[in-house]
């Protein structure tokens, strides 16, 4: 049986189980709050207007590339810290941790002039009309003041998620979120004395929410007692290139694995948008939606990295590949449940965002295709965050790239725009690429950790 489930009795995999959900359940509570602000930003936008949901739509899915491709690079810390975490090496977590700030600050200034560089040339692109063109360039201008915070709050991240605490994270994320509501509605719509921004202004909360989140799980780090023993704060370094590069060199291969798959929605709501503003404002209440639910597979992922990572870190070769058939299994029963919750609720769902009759109806044909992926995006996704657990990253960008771009956007170009499919040609084609990622990268881990392990002898023992 894959990954050696079978070799143990029930009790085992539930003992597992509850160490992995122990970690997951603070991230996904921490993750689905990170994504309600970007559901905020578009139920207030969707509130404003039609063209100002549009607006904020290609802004986010702009943002969102740059941010996730940018994230990825900085999830390297976790396997890192993780395993040094498991291999009890308390000395270099805090070294690491202090070069990891460096590599943020430095991450989060070179996106945030990225994003400045961009607004110009897709304006001209997009044509959408005057108001929604300038509202999408303000909207990107002011996101991108959070882009350095934003990366700064990854490091902290990766710090408190690899050392086993993520219920910082979970909370620092949740006020955030509640800070998140006020300043839209103030910013938005002209409340206390500010002008009305429209869509514009749910750029200025994010940012804002963005450095409270940098300070605030910073702070929090920096006081809670069981992190003094690592020394994060306890000395001041210059940044030390060796150790960057360490970061960088790891941390590259998984950011574009992360772009590859964001990007294929940027792209395709890109290239979405000559069908009118309807199907935009349609794709972006949907992939808000699924986003969300995305959380649950993404957050066991997260804690399935760490928890992998710790037992290669100790040398437990037979545990990390026994714990990742666990988060596999887990993910299945996971997305099973979201994909029912789709389907059941669709116009429930979708009638939270807007109440433009047109944008429901394309939204409830979306919604089909999005419960299907549930399955292979939730199995792809926690596979590949198993193996950057082991520091394998390399090859699952291979195979992200040929089956997101080959397989997503192309394939989708060629359905949606050569054979008049539309809209639905691109989820066709998403559905395709999915599946093939799901089952190549669930090849590569069973094949990876079975090695692994061979080459150790199977010396370790599971329950130990």
Not at 30 to 38: K, L
Not at 65 to 91: C, D, E, K, S
Not at 309 to 316: E, T
Not at 367 to 378: K, N, R, W
């Amino acid at each position: 049986m894959l990954f050696e489930l079978n070799r143990y009795p029930r009790s085992v995999f539930i003992h597992e189980s509850g160490e992995l959900l122990r970690l997951a359940v603070p991230i996904l509570i921490a993750q689905a709050a990170s994504v309600g602000t970007g559901v905020v930003d578009t139920v207030m936008a969707g509130h404003a207007g039609a063209e100002d949901l549009a607006a904020v739509a290609l802004g986010s899915n702009v943002f969102i590339t740059l941010y996730v491709m940018f994230m990825g690079v900085m999830t390297a810390l976790n396997p890192i810290l993780a395993q040094l975490y498991g291999a009890n090496q308390i000395r270099a977590i805090g070294e690491y941790g202090r070069q990891g700030l460096w590599f943020g600050l430095f991450l989060g200034v070179f996106g945030m002039c990225a994003l400045w560089l961009i607004i110009a040339p897709l304006q001209q692109y997009l044509n959408l009309g005057s108001y929604t063109d300038h509202t999408f360039g303000r909207f990107l201008f002011w996101v991108s003041l959070g882009f350095p915070a934003a990366m700064l709050h990854r490091t902290f991240y990766a710090y408190a998620s690899s050392l086993n605490k993520p219920k910082l994270i979970m909370l620092v994320s949740l006020a955030a979120l509640l800070l998140n509501i006020p300043l839209n509605y103030v910013f938005v719509y002209g409340k206390l004395g500010f002008p009305a921004m429209g869509g514009a202004g749910c750029g200025l909360a994010t940012a804002l929410c963005f450095w409270f989140n940098a300070l605030a799980l910073g702070i929090y780090v920096s006081r809670h007692d069981y992190f003094a023993q690592f020394g994060l704060f306890s000395r001041f370094e210059l940044p030390q290139w060796v150790k960057q590069w360490q970061i960088l060199k790891l941390g590259i291969p998984i950011g574009l694995s992360f772009f590859l798959e964001v990007s294929l929605f940027t792209f395709i709501g890109i290239l979405v948008a000559r069908f009118g503003v309807l199907p935009v404002a349609a794709q972006q209440v949907v992939i808000n939606i699924t986003s969300l639910i995305y959380m649950l597979p993404l957050s066991i992922g997260t804690a399935l990295a760490v928890r992998v990572a710790q037992a290669v870190g100790m040398g437990k070769l037979r545990r990390a590949r026994y714990v990742s058939g666990v988060g596999l299994s887990l993910g299945l029963i996971g997305t099973c449940i979201t994909a029912t919750l789709l389907l059941l609720l669709r116009e429930q769902w979708l009638s939270l965002y807007t109440s433009d009759k047109a944008v429901i109806a394309i939204g409830m044909t979306l919604l089909l295709f999005s419960a299907v992926c549930q399955f292979s995006d939730g199995t792809q996704t926690i596979a590949s965050y198993a193996l950057r657990g082991y520091k394998l990253t390399k090859i699952p960008m291979f195979i992200h790239a040929i089956t997101f771009w080959g397989f997503g956007l192309g394939l989708g170009s060629l359905l949606g725009l050569g054979f008049g499919w539309g809209l639905y040609g691109f989820w066709t084609a998403l559905v395709i690429s999915l599946l093939c990622a799901a089952i190549a990268l669930v090849w590569y881990l069973h094949w990876q950790s079975n090695r692994l392990a061979t080459r150790q002898g199977w010396c370790d023992d599971v329950t130990t």
